[in-house]
């Protein structure tokens, strides 16, 4: 049976060139294997290492890979948007260029996007880390910042900004604009997908389903940059008062019982 899935795999990407070439040769066999119609689209946000030349010499071997680049750092956030954007097919997959997760893990994700005869469902499904794979430090800093994100935006999701999420383009135009540029992203979207939900009860809630996720083999990460979590605590305030303002414009609409959060825990 013909796969009927078409899929847009973003990868933000900020010198990663020890990681990129073959986070991409995974993501090509997964999906040539699988008979997937797909684009990846790589997302260079100004990195100063050969993360774009290395993209660049690999889009002229498959066209289906393409290269956006960004002149200057413009925060993860901005390489999502520009990445997203620019997507062409029915699905967007997003996951990172450091090779931290295993794309193979979208075989358990794929059943819930298609029915028994391959046709296209229109349903979210994203992941959370089942063991984090992270320095101490790093895990402890993701854990405060989680609180404190689902404290301020009410967002329910598990796992914030675990790096591996499926779902519709169509659904991602329909609650654009996202417009953190940096770390705040995944929390903006995940909270204006969750109120785009109960606005839509046609729609299926989000479904959570558990990843691997491999510590970084080289590089280093850069969100406890302080810069970044600046930004990031300014974003979340702008964005406390957009979600307030829509609040009011949406006269408080009225929840049934167990619909609040428009999420869908499923684990195995």
């Not at 520009?82 to 794929?110: C, K, N, P, V, W």
């Not at 979210?124 to 880390?129: L, M, P, Q, T």
Request: glycine letters at 6%.
């Amino acid at each position: 049976m013909k796969n009927l899935l078409s899929l847009s795999v973003v990868l933000p990407a900020y010198n990663e060139a020890e990681n990129i070439g073959l986070t991409i040769a995974s993501a090509v066999k997964y999906l040539s294997d699988r008979q997937i119609c797909y684009e990846i689209i790589v997302v260079n946000d100004g990195s100063i290492d050969a993360t774009p030349a290395i993209v660049t010499d690999l889009a002229k071997q498959n066209p289906q890979i393409r290269l956006v680049n960004h002149h200057r750092n413009l925060g993860y956030g901005s390489a999502l948007r520009s990445g997203f954007d620019r997507a062409l097919h029915e699905y967007i997959f997003l996951t990172d260029g450091d090779g931290q997760f295993d794309i193979s893990d979208l075989d358990r994700f794929l059943p819930y996007i298609q029915d028994r005869e391959g046709n296209l469902l229109s349903k979210i499904v994203i992941g959370y880390r089942a063991k984090r794979a992270d320095l101490f430090i790093r895990s402890v800093n993701a854990w405060l910042y989680h609180i404190f994100i689902q404290w301020v935006l009410g967002i329910k999701a598990r796992d914030i900004d675990c790096a591996f999420k499926l779902f519709p383009r169509q659904i991602y135009q329909s609650i654009k604009p996202i417009k953190s540029d940096g770390a705040l992203f995944s929390a903006e979207f995940l909270s204006k997908l969750e109120h785009f939900l109960l606005r839509e009860p046609s729609l299926s809630p989000i479904i959570e389903l558990p990843v691997q996720h491999f510590p970084r083999r080289f590089g280093k990460a850069t969100g406890a940059n302080i810069k970044v979590i600046l930004k990031m605590f300014w974003e979340c305030w702008q964005l406390k008062k957009e979600c307030h303002r829509e609040c009011n414009d949406e006269n408080q609409i009225q929840l049934k019982p167990g619909t609040l959060s428009g999420i869908n825990h499923i684990r195995s």
